[in-house]
C-alpha cells in the first residue's frame, strides 16, 4: 500500500495540472457527490495538500474534497485527450482546458467546507505529516516521550497515523533497522541519544523516499547495488521484504516479524529486543 512519500508524489503530479486553474467539467462518480459537481464547476484549485495518505483538494469556494488512500485508490495527471491505461472503476474527473485529475478505485471520498476541516474524523486525529517541512528531530522526540506514545511498541506506534501520519509497513522497517531499534521496544525504555538518532532516521528515511522516489538507502549505497546488477526492488531497501537474506550490515539473516497485525522486517543482531 502506497505510504506518504508516494500519495505526497501523487499530489505533486495532481498539483501540476490543477493548482492556480479553474475546473470546466467535473464527474463524481460516488452518489453523494453528485451534488457537488455544479459547485466546482468554474472554480480554481488553489492548493493540494497532503496528510500522511491522504490528499486534499482545495477550491476557491471553501470547498475541499478528502481522499484517502486506504483502499488502493489512483489518481492520473493527464491531458484532456489521454484516457489512463487501467482497468480500475473511475471516481472522480476534474477537468480544465487542458488536463484532466483522474482518481479511480478509491471508496474513502469527501466533500466539506473548509470550516468543518478540523471536526473530520480523520484529520482530527492524524499527528503531524511525516513529510511536513516544518517537522524536526526535536518535534518527534518530544511526541515519543508524549504520555500517549512512550508506552508503546514502536512496531505499532510506528503504523499508528495518530502518531506521524503518511507512516507505513515499509519505512517502519527501514527506519528501526537504521536507527537500530527492535519493533518491540518502547520508547520509554530509550535514553535520549537513542531517542534523537530515531527521530533523525525517521526524517532522513521517509524525506529521502520522498526525493527518490522510493529509495530508503543512501543514494550512493543504490548506484552502488545498481552497479551490481540490482534490479530497483533488491537495492532499494535495507531489510523490507529481505527475510531469509543476510542483513547488509552484519550478515546476520533478515527475519519476518508480525507486529501490528502486519509483518516487520528486522536484522535480530542489529535489533536485539
Known sequence: MPEGPEIRRAADEVAKILVGRRIVAAEFNVPSLRLYEERVIGQPVTAIDTRGKAMLTRFGNGLVMYSHNQLYGRWFAVSRDEQPRTNRQLRVALHTRSHSALLYSASDIEIFDASEESDHPFLNRAGPDILDPSLDVAAITERLEAKDFRNRALGNLYLDQGFLAGNGNYLRSEILWAA??????????????????????????????????????????????????????????????????????????????????RGVFICPSCQPR
Open 180 to 261: 537500530r531499534l527492535n519493533p518491540f521496544t518502547r520508547p520509554n525504555s530509550l535514553n535520549s541519544t537513542a531517542l534523537k538518532r530515531l527521530a533523525r532516521e525517521t526524517l532522513a528515511i521517509a524525506r529521502r523516499s520522498y526525493r527518490t522516489r522510493g529509495l530508503t538507502v543512501p543514494e550512493k549505497v543504490a548506484r552502488e547495488r545498481r552497479t551490481q546488477g540490482m534490479s530497483f526492488e533488491q537495492y532499494r531497501f535495507q531489510v523490507y521484504g529481505r527475510d531469509g537474506l543476510p542483513c547488509y550490515r552484519c550478515d546476520t539473516t533478515i527475519e519476518r516479524l508480525a507486529s501490528g497485525s
